[in-house]
């Protein structure tokens, strides 16, 4: 055998070694991706139940101003129409966000015609009717959700947070 046959058999090995090694860590990447998209979203933080409004107290698509859970985190409610991700009420379409931008605190504004929070700041945009997810702009995480619930005289009452209110280290009181 010749040197240069030796030259191949060697190239040919360290090929399948490699190619053993790449399919076994895409395997695992699989396996990994597969949790990931397996896990639960982001932790809710529960704060103390807050009485916020009444459901008499909203009109269709027009914000009513709140604090939660203190008084240094402004926040709105807003019935908008039609059921949507963690709304409550009879009809599923009563939310509570943060307004506050979670990109740089600028204070957010609610557009009446396309239903979304919007930052005068750097232009981040929320669509309040998918959970406050954002759709434009340069903010890095959705908009804090209030985790909210209707008693039977009508009162919504706050009790949770699901996204880290701007300027906190943590969503704890």
Not at 152 to 161: Q, S
């Amino acid at each position: 055998m010749s040197r240069c046959d030796r030259m191949v058999d060697v190239g040919r090995r360290k090929f399948l070694g490699g190619a053993g090694l790449a399919a076994a860590g895409a395997a695992a990447s699989t396996i990994v991706s597969t949790q990931a998209k397996a896990a639960p979203p982001a932790a809710r933080v529960d704060y103390p139940s807050n009485r916020l409004a009444n459901v008499g107290d909203l009109k269709l698509n027009e914000p009513v101003n709140v604090s939660y859970p203190d008084g240094d985190a402004p926040g709105v409610l807003l019935k908008l129409g039609k059921k949507v991700p963690g709304g409550v009420g009879a009809d599923g379409d009563i939310v509570g966000f943060s307004i506050v931008c979670p990109h740089k605190g600028f204070p957010l504004s609610y557009n009446a015609a396309d239903k979304t929070m919007n930052c005068p700041g750097h232009y981040s945009r929320f669509d309040c009717e998918a959970g406050g997810r954002q759709v434009w702009g340069q903010a890095t995480q959705n908009l804090p959700q209030y985790v909210l619930r209707v008693d039977d005289k009508g009162d919504i009452y706050a009790e949770g947070v699901d996204e880290l209110l701007y300027g906190r280290l943590s969503n704890v009181l």
